[in-house]
Structures are given as structure tokens and as C-alpha cells.
């Protein structure tokens, strides 16, 4: 097996999460060819703007292995975001150099504001795309043709992905990983670097426990990441209530009146889309879900969930099943 090779953009003012998650995870990826050992699936480039090393908005510098007149044919680009990109001479000699090589790369993947390197050559008019949701409005605004979603983690529309704020694009090369090799060595990776292979919440970028910390700057602050640690716990108001030094009925009014759901509503919804990602493991038992996340009987479970995402427990799993044993197959 030949490695794929991938290249990532490099450039002064470059986010160096965007660039260093991506890589750890396209470097972990290993398949085991039985008598040849295990070989690396990918090969990762850094691609400079010039032979001369870039500094990140952090102040770490790296190194590139190519520059862009050096570069040679690529599986998969990679455009990370950073302040520098939006800069009028660095942001037209990339948008520039990549219309020039679209045409021979499989696809080209933004990771956070990495979009405003791509965006203006066009490629994305009229296509799905994400970004960072602090940057969503301005993309709109400079690119109208462009349908964005600020909400998603990551979005693929035809050979283009585009991803949300830095960690996903940790999120994204792990499903990229799963399209080229399937899920098992996408899970490895994930374990290796100690992420999920499918995160909680699904396609939402800003969950519901970060908008609760967010938005909350007393003794809630820390209660919604504490749930999500304990959901098969005694979640009831008077424990939460107890847990917040608060009689029951004033903390249910303040509750509700800091975030607009009751604490009953706001509890579901957490142990709804951690059952979701659960069900999305392989040979994830559906009783095994409902109780592990909190619910007192796999029918109660059932209903919830169908009632919530319109699709039952059972038609989800199968879903997540189908489209790990195509890639599986297509590997």
C-alpha cells in the first residue's frame, strides 16, 4: 500500500492547532499488513509559502517541507486557519496557487477560518460549508454565494470539506480517516489521541453544556459538565437543587430563567446526545445505552429518543452499522 499523501498549507499568523491536530492524527493512522507489519496509511507535508520557516499566532514555528513551486502531487490538501490568511498578500498568493492545482488533488479540506483561503477562488459557491461560528457572519458577508451552516462541526459538499473552530479539525481528519480506511482505523486513532470518533452532539459545534458554562457565571457554572459526568446518577431537581445550595423550587425558577428549559428538559437532551454517540459505537447494546446514560427502562429510553430525533434507537444504530460496513468494504 502506497501512502496517501497529504499537504498541509503553512503560513505566517497560521492557528497551530490547526495544523498540528490534523497532522498527529493523519501520522497515527496505521494499517497492519499482515507479514509487512504496520505501515503508515498517510504521508504529511507542510507546505510553505517560501523555503522559510513560518511563525504561528502562538509563536511556535515550523518548518516546511515543501514550498508551494516545490509541491508535488497530493491525495488531499489541507488549509488551516489563522489571522494570517486574512492578511490581502498572503490570502491571494494561496486562494491563487490552489485554483491553480484543484484540478489534480482528490479534495481540499478547511479547517476553522482555513475557509478564507478557499472562498475566494469560488470553488465553494453554492456549496454546504462551515467555519469557526465567531467568523460565520463575516464569511457570509464577504462570500453570499456560499450556503453556510455555522452550526456544524464539519460538512463534505462533493471533493470539498470545510470544518468548524480548531478542534474539529480533529473531527473532521478522523472522518477522512474513516472514508479512506474505514472505522476501525479511525477508532484507533481516536483512542491513540484520547478524542471521540464521533462527538457528542453531533453536528453542533457550540453543545449545550458549553452554552451553559458560557452563559453562566455563578454556582451554575460547573453543574452542566458535572452532569454529563454522571448521567446514570440521581439527576433530579432536589439532587441538583441540594448539589447548588439552593432550596428546589428557587433553583428550578432560576434554572429556567438563566437558560429558558427546565432542568427535566435540559437533563433529556443531555442524555440523549451522549446516547447518540454511544449508539453509534459498534455492537452498542440498546438497553446496555438507556440505562448507562440514565433512563430507568429501554422503552422510556426508546420513546425519548424517537421523539427527539424522529428516528428510533434501533434505525439509528443501523444506520451508523451501513455506513461502517461500506467503508469498510471500500478500504
Not at 498541509?8 to 492547532?17: H, K, R, S, V
Not at 490538501?77 to 482528490?106: C, D, F, Q, T
Not at 440514565?294 to 451501513?322: K, L, N
Request: hydrophobic share 40%; proline share 5%.
Amino acid at each position: 500500500m502506497n501512502p496517501k499523501r497529504i499537504g498541509f498549507l503553512g503560513f505566517d499568523g497560521i492557528t497551530a492547532l490547526d495544523l498540528v491536530g490534523p497532522t498527529e492524527a493523519f501520522a497515527a493512522a496505521v494499517v497492519d499488513e499482515n507479514k509487512c507489519g504496520p505501515r503508515h496509511c498517510y504521508e504529511v507535508l507542510t507546505i510553505g509559502l517560501s523555503n522559510k520557516p513560518f511563525v504561528s499566532e502562538s509563536g511556535v514555528i515550523f518548518h516546511p517541507h515543501k514550498t508551494l513551486q516545490t509541491t508535488p502531487a497530493l491525495d488531499t490538501l489541507i488549509i488551516p486557519g489563522g489571522s494570517g490568511l486574512r492578511k490581502p498578500e498572503i490570502n491571494a498568493k494561496v486562494s491563487s496557487w490552489v485554483k491553480s492545482r484543484v484540478a489534480h488533488i482528490r479534495r481540499v479540506a478547511t479547517v476553522c477560518t482555513g475557509i478564507y483561503g478557499l472562498a475566494p477562488t469560488g470553488l465553494l459557491d453554492g456549496r454546504n460549508v462551515t467555519t469557526h461560528w465567531r467568523f460565520a457572519r463575516d464569511v457570509a458577508h464577504r462570500f453570499p454565494k456560499l450556503r453556510l451552516e455555522p452550526n456544524a462541526l464539519f460538512l463534505k459538499d462533493g471533493s470539498f470539506y470545510t470544518s468548524a473552530g480548531i478542534t474539529a479539525g480533529i473531527d473532521l481528519s478522523l472522518a477522512l480517516i474513516e472514508e479512506d480506511f474505514g472505522p476501525t482505523v479511525a477508532l484507533t486513532v481516536a483512542r491513540e489521541l484520547v478524542v471521540y470518533l464521533k462527538r457528542s452532539g453531533g453536528q453542533e459545534q457550540y453543545s449545550e453544556p458549553l452554552q451553559f458554562q458560557v452563559k453562566s457565571t455563578d454556582r451554575f457554572a460547573d453543574l452542566a459538565a458535572w452532569m454529563l459526568g454522571h448521567l446514570d446518577q440521581d439527576l433530579s431537581i432536589e439532587a441538583l437543587s441540594e448539589r447548588t445550595r439552593l432550596c428546589p423550587r428557587h433553583f428550578s425558577r432560576r434554572f429556567k430563567y438563566a437558560f429558558g428549559s427546565s432542568p427535566a428538559a435540559f437533563i433529556e437532551a443531555l442524555r440523549l446526545s451522549e446516547a447518540r454517540r454511544r449508539l453509534a459505537i459498534l455492537n452498542s447494546n440498546i438497553e446496555n445505552v438507556a440505562s448507562s446514560v440514565g433512563f430507568r427502562s429501554a422503552d422510556a429510553f426508546r420513546r425519548a429518543f424517537e421523539r427527539r430525533f424522529d428516528v428510533t434507537p434501533s434505525s439509528y444504530r443501523s444506520r451508523f452499522a451501513s455506513h461502517s460496513k461500506m467503508s469498510s468494504n471500500s478500504a
